[in-house]
Every structure is written in C-alpha cells, then in structure tokens.
C-alpha cells in the first residue's frame, strides 16, 4: 500500500487538521510506504506574503513531526523540492475537461468568497489547483490518500484524470482512493461551523496557553439555563471536541450531565480544555525540542525530498513516454 497526503502551508494547524487528517495518516506509516507533504505550491493560490510561507512551512514541519510523524517510517518532504510534480501538472491539465475543475466546490466556494471584495485573487492557480493536487497523488503512485471529508471531491477528480489519461494514452497511473474517517470527517469550530483556518473558527494544535484557554472558554453555545436538560447534548460543539481529546468514559459522562441537565456550560468548557491541554502535552514538549533544533528539522526534508525525487522521476518518466514526450 502506498499512502499519500499534502497539508498546505496556509497558517497554524488546528484541531481539525490533526484528528481529520494528521492523526489517521501518522497512524498509516505504519501500514505501508507512506509520503506525506507540505504543500508550499498550493499555498500559492491564496497566500503572497513569501516570508510568511517560509514561516508556516517551517510550523507544519515542526508541528507534524511533534504530533508523531517519523522519518524513519515514512518519507516527509515539501512539495516545491520535487518540482517534477509541475510538469506533471502540465500534462494532466491537457486531459483535464474544464467542466470537471468548474464543479469543484472549494473552487466554487472560495470564489464566492473573494468576487466581492476583490476578483484578482480569484486566480488561475486556485481553479487549476486539483490538477496540481492529483498530480501530488499520481507521481508517487499512491492508492491511500487519507484526507478530510473536504477533500474528497479533488481525491475523486484525481480519479478521473488518471482513468481518462489511462484510456488515452495506455495504463499508467495508479487510480487511488480517498481514506476518510467518518468520525472525525468534519471536526467542528468554536462557532459549531467546519474548523477551517478561513472561517477563523480554529483551535490550534500548538497554542499559549493562555489565549487559546480563552478561545476555547468562548466556544459559541445556546441561552438555555445550566438546568435545563438538553436532549440534544450529542451536537454540543463541546461534546463533540471532548470526544475527541478526552477517554471516552469521561466524555460520556460529561455529555450525560449535560443531558440531564445541572452541567454548565463554563464548567465543561473548563473540562475541555483540561483534556485538550494534557492531551497534546508530549507533543508540546517535543515540538519544543523540535524547534531548538531546527538544523535536524531542515535535514528530515532535505532528506525526505531525496527519496520522494527517485519514485517521481520513474512516474514522471513514465508519464512522458505513454504520450509521446519521449
Ligand atoms: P483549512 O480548512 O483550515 O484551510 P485545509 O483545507 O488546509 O484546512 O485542510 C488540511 C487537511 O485537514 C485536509 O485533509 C482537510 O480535509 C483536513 N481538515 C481541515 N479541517 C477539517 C475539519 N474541520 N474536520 C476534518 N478534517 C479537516
Ligand atoms: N488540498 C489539500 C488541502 O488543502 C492539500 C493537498 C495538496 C493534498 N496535495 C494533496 C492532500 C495531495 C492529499 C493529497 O488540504
């Protein structure tokens, strides 16, 4: 089995990240042959400030190998140091039909997004951006992507290009499929929303301790009294993250006072958040250690690009004979 997936080097990494994405590709690496990216060239589509791409690459670097990535097991790399995937890129947008791309909801949303304040940022990059994204999948011959429910139409997209570059031109990619966790498919923001680092709704993995206390202290929940029993506990935001950072008898618990009623809402913000902090306190510590030695760091995915380069190039090369490049 080979595993692939990319995280974008878009700003803090949060909750939503780890458990939709992270967590369930660092427990792979340890099911098959595994290449995990930063994707610093899709970042392209929607960041211009290059100081701060280097700044971010840097943190999903640090952050990823502190929640328990392992170079030893899997190949880590940024995605800008295999610049073949660009020619691959190129190719599979020449059987790529528009109409494919214009259905893309994420194209779709983050249009509907930026058409009001400002249409230039809607820019070519961000429509061709799941070609460049299933060339990432295709190069490394990749049959697992483990990603977030909102990913799952590029993973499909991906499909469809290698199927339509097979027939045209013979059998040559790999057609993967998405691996998606339907518990932690999409993890809620402190407004119950999608966590996503554009709705500002985040809870990051890495944080101070006090702001992100405060953060977590102001989730959004409804005006009923702390009595009031809630026959709907199981939707609380709350509840929700607690499940996820916290043993499950305890989460139960908390979830059935707040059923019950008698369990107020400050009071199991404060539980969150203690599970939350003592959940990722290894990591925390290691990232620590991590960041003091960044040469280490640099080394991990200067070696990483290395291996990542020998498979794309034997794709690439692949992919330049069946039609005709060579
Ligand atoms: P964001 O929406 O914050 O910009 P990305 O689009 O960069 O996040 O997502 C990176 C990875 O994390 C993807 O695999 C995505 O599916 C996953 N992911 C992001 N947010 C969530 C969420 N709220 N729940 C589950 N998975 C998520
Ligand atoms: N588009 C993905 C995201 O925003 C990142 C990504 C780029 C990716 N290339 C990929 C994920 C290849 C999986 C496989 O989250």
New binding site residues.
């Given amino acids: 089995m080979r595993i692939?997936?990319?995280?974008?080097p878009s700003g803090a990494l949060h909750l939503g990240n780890y458990f939709g994405?992270m967590r369930p590709a660092i427990e792979l690496q340890d099911q098959g042959e595994a290449f995990y990216?930063i994707?610093d060239y899709?970042s392209m589509t929607s960041l211009s400030d290059a100081a701060q791409r280097r700044r971010n690459t840097q943190d999903v670097a640090l952050d990823f190998l502190a929640c328990g990535l392992d170079p030893k097991k899997c190949v880590f790399f940024r995605?800008s140091d295999v610049s073949e995937v660009t020619e691959l890129a190129w190719i599979l947008s020449t059987v790529t039909p528009m109409g494919l791309l214009e259905r893309c909801h994420s194209y779709k949303d983050k249009k509907a997004k930026l058409a009001d304040d400002d249409l230039d940022r809607v820019n070519h990059g961000l429509f061709a951006?799941p070609v460049?994204?299933a060339a990432?999948?295709l190069l490394y011959d990749s049959n697992v992507?483990p990603?977030?429910r909102?990913?799952k139409q590029?993973?499909e997209v991906t499909r469809d290009i290698a199927l339509k570059f097979n027939n045209l031109y013979g059998q040559t990619f790999v057609v993967p499929e998405p691996r998606i966790r339907d518990e932690v498919a999409v993890v809620p923001g402190s407004d119950g929303q999608k966590m996503s680092k554009s709705y500002g709704n985040t809870v990051e993995i890495f944080a101070e301790e006090k702001p992100i206390r405060k953060k977590v202290m102001s989730l959004l929940m409804d005006s009923r009294t702390p009595q009031e029993p809630k026959p709907d506990a199981e939707k609380n935001t709350a509840i929700q993250l607690l499940k996820l950072v916290a043993p499950a008898e305890v989460a139960a618990d908390f979830e059935a006072r707040l059923r019950a009623g008698g369990l107020g809402y400050g009071d199991l913000k404060k539980g969150l958040f203690a599970h939350y902090w003592n959940y990722f306190a290894a990591a925390r510590a290691r990232r620590a250690e991590l960041a003091a030695n960044l040469d280490y760091v640099n080394q991990v995915l200067r070696e990483g690009a290395q291996k990542a380069r020998v498979q794309a190039t034997r794709t690439l090369k692949r992919a330049r004979q069946a039609c005709g490049l060579e």
């Fill in positions: 692939l997936s990319g995280i974008q994405m990216f994707a899709h995605q951006y460049l994204m990432d999948i992507v990603v977030g909102d990913q590029h993973v």
